[in-house]
């Protein structure tokens, strides 16, 4: 896509901290209130713990520490956006979500970011929003490896099964 062409899917755009970021509305299956997280000890990669959507269990992961910023604190006023894919869903733990809108491709990251490839293709662009830039992000590329790697470099996980994020077969393992 050359310069300043415009992007005709829609995108989420959220913030952490004071930085704007969007993910393809494609990949969002729904957004949400923080609901209750249970801690999982001992995690990293941005994991924070599993959330109960409506019986299905998920892996949440706060977007800042995925992106190699800051921690978010867990509260009420967080947003969790549900993301989806031939994977499975994972959620994205966000400070906010500002709306979904088209966004016009201004650079790909490769052009003015010298290490792009340290992002692992989670950096999908970057375009103009508002008076500033916000990064659009790739949500295959910067939740769903990071769950495919946890779940299946801790195989006695209690969530690991057949029917959780490594074989995509769905959103998890349902609660009784």
Do not use: W
Request: glycine share 10%; aromatic share 4%.
């Amino acid at each position: 896509m050359s310069t300043h062409e415009s992007d005709e899917r829609q995108h989420a755009v959220f913030k952490i901290g004071d930085q704007r970021y969007a993910i393809g509305i494609e990949s969002v299956q729904e957004i949400i209130r923080v609901p209750k997280v249970t801690a999982l000890p001992g995690t990293s990669g941005g994991l924070v713990g599993l959330i109960n959507l409506r019986g299905n269990i998920l892996p949440l992961f706060d977007a800042g520490r995925c992106l190699q910023l800051s921690t978010s604190i867990i509260n009420q006023a967080k947003h969790v956006i549900i993301l989806a894919s031939e994977k499975g869903m994972v959620g994205l733990l966000v400070d906010e979500v500002i709306e979904v809108c088209s966004l016009d491709e201004v650079a790909e990251p490769e052009k003015l970011l010298p290490s792009a490839d340290q992002f692992d293709g989670s950096v999908e662009g970057i375009s103009i929003y508002g008076d500033g830039l916000v990064i659009r992000l790739n949500a295959d590329q910067l939740l769903t490896a990071k769950a495919v790697h946890y779940f299946q470099s801790h195989p006695e996980h209690p969530v690991n099964t057949p029917n959780m994020i490594v074989e995509g077969a769905g959103a998890g393992p349902k609660l009784e």
